[in-house]
């Protein structure tokens, strides 16, 4: 195997190419001042994607969270306080936001440069409404039937149920599919566990990732997901059914002219930045500056090695189109095979480390996690499993 060092590779300009291909939904949050959007979207994505500072403002009363390595795009109503003049201007803004981005979307002289962010259309809504106030305005009906005649996904989160008791939730959630005929979903962030605990029956916030899920096209979900604080089974899936197949397909691309085995470096470049794509999605970039160069030295280190393994241990028999055919069919499914293979045991290392890190809190020592005997066993897993599925 050629000689191939992860200093050869650009791990940073990898993983800007990687955020850059990924398609981001814009995400409409409206609702009244305090009914908890902040709260909301703080809680879904994690604090990072809407910090306070890190806005734009777009227009009056609507400012935007966008940052170059997070997957959406969430554009924050300021909202308006009940009983003020403010709440005449709100609807007229929300509208005036929705018209002038699909205008945009629609008008081809304005698609330049400067104007690029306004071909995308608001893709859906999170219209909160604040179950401590007990009742649901005018105001909020009306916004949700015009954004709704606009064919936009609208769901209605309902926000700090841990200020209700059960029966004034009933009356509320009767209000709302009375009033508002959308899908809603019931929340509450509050701080106290004990308090959460016991809302516990209640609380849909994986309701609402899945609705919101469901409702974006498929070119946007990876955003969405990739963006989404904790969610790991959720990534996981995104990561086996959608990115380790554009890398095996990538290395079968290859070695479509049959590479020879002492030429399988050239498959290295694919493996790291799929790996880096993996650990991206599930947030361990955040975590650690050189967790990639770490991924990278073991992808390269071990590549080589993993792969005249799992040649010299048969790993491949059986899977179909390899014992049997010859040449470049050979080399295009070993190739993707063992792509395949190592994406699984990237993916689970990463979903064990993430787990570790995000759910129990832990100090890791990566090391532990991230070395070529985890990889080897994850992958001889992978081609017990596929040889029988
Ligand atoms: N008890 C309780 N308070 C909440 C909850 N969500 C938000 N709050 C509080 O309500 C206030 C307004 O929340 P915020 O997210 O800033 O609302 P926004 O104006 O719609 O962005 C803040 O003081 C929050 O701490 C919740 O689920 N339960
Ligand atoms: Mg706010």
Not at 275 to 288: A, C, P, R
Not at 306 to 317: G, I, R
Request: net charge negative.
């Amino acid at each position: 195997m050629k000689d191939y060092r992860p200093d050869d590779f650009d791990f940073n300009k990898t993983l800007g190419e990687i955020s850059a291909e990924i398609k981001k939904p814009n995400i409409l949050v409206c609702g009244a001042t305090g009914a908890g959007k902040s709260s909301v979207v703080n809680y879904v994505f994690g604090a990072a994607v809407a910090q306070i500072g890190h806005g734009i403002p777009v227009t009056r009363g609507i400012t935007k969270y966008q940052r170059a390595d997070a997957g959406v795009v969430l554009y924050d109503t300021e909202g308006y306080e009940i009983g003020t003049e403010k709440i005449s201007k709100y609807k007229a803004n929300v509208e005036g936001w929705v018209n002038e981005l699909s205008n945009a979307a629609n008008n081809p002289s304005k698609k330049d440069e400067t104007s690029h962010d306004l071909i995308n259309q608001i893709h859906e809504v999170w219209y909160c409404i604040s179950a401590g106030n007990k009742r649901v305005t005018d105001m909020d009906i009306d916004v949700i039937q015009m954004l709704k005649a606009k064919k936009l996904p609208v769901a209605v989160v309902l926000t700090q149920i841990d200020n209700l008791d059960a029966e004034e939730l009933e009356a509320m959630e009767a209000a709302i599919r009375n009033d508002c005929q959308v899908e809603f979903f019931r929340t509450s962030v509050a701080a106290d566990p004990a308090v959460t605990a016991a809302l516990q029956d209640y609380l849909q916030w994986e309701d609402l990732i899945r609705w919101a899920i469901d409702h974006l096209d498929e070119s946007l979900r990876e955003g969405f997901i990739s963006a989404l604080k904790g969610n790991l089974g959720a990534k996981k899936r995104l990561i086996n059914h959608k990115i380790i197949p554009l890398y095996t397909s990538g290395a079968a691309g290859v070695a479509l002219t049959p590479i020879p085995f002492s030429d399988a470096a050239l498959l290295v470049p694919i493996q790291i930045k799929m790996s880096l794509h993996i650990m991206k999605t599930y947030g361990l970039d955040q975590k650690l500056g050189n967790l990639s160069s770490l991924v990278g030295s073991v992808v390269v280190s071990e590549s080589g090695r993993l792969l005249a393994q799992t040649l010299s241990a048969n790993l491949f028999k059986l899977i179909p189109g390899v014992g049997t055919a010859i040449g470049t069919t050979v080399n295009t499914v070993v190739a993707s095979s063992f792509t395949a293979a190592m994406g699984y045991a990237i993916s689970e290392i990463c979903f064990r480390c993430a787990t570790a890190v995000f759910e129990e809190g832990k100090e890791i020592v990566w090391t532990d996690y991230f070395n070529g005997e985890n990889i080897a066993g994850l992958m001889a897993e992978w081609f017990k499993v596929s040889r029988h599925g």
